[in-house]
């Protein structure tokens, strides 16, 4: 089993930056991809990044290109999302997900492993 562990959420005006990290129970060299996917209530996960073992490929949403950043630091088990820029529909909760397939898929049901979320409100 991969145990997932978000941090870094919390409030911040628009136009503000947070960064989210999630640590690995395990080696991420264990791991194939990785991503971040958001949820608001009443809608379904979303996709918002992923990032492929090596760290090569790299995919995002069209409404966070050029805002977020995804990286993975294999050495300390550690996946991140940069979010600058934010805006109040950034607003969500955030998880964590790692696949056991390779690539950097933006599917869901692609993730094997998920976080428990952590909240990101961004006031205008």
């Known amino acids: 089993q991969v145990q997932l562990v978000e941090s870094g959420g919390g409030l911040v005006q628009a136009g503000g930056s947070l960064r989210l990290s999630c640590v690995a129970s395990v080696r991420t060299l264990s791991i194939n991809a990785m991503g971040w996917f958001r949820q608001v209530p009443g809608k379904e996960r979303a996709f918002v990044a992923a990032?492929?073992?090596?760290?090569?490929?790299?995919i995002y949403t069209d409404s966070v290109t050029g805002r977020f950043t995804i990286s993975r630091d294999n050495a300390k088990n550690t996946l991140y999302l940069q979010m600058n820029s934010l805006k109040p529909e950034d607003t969500a909760v955030y998880y964590c997900a790692a696949a056991l397939s390779g690539g950097a898929p933006p599917e869901p049901g692609r993730y094997d492993y998920w976080g428990q979320g952590t909240q990101v409100t961004v006031s205008s």
């Open positions: 990032i492929s073992w090596n760290s090569r490929t790299t």
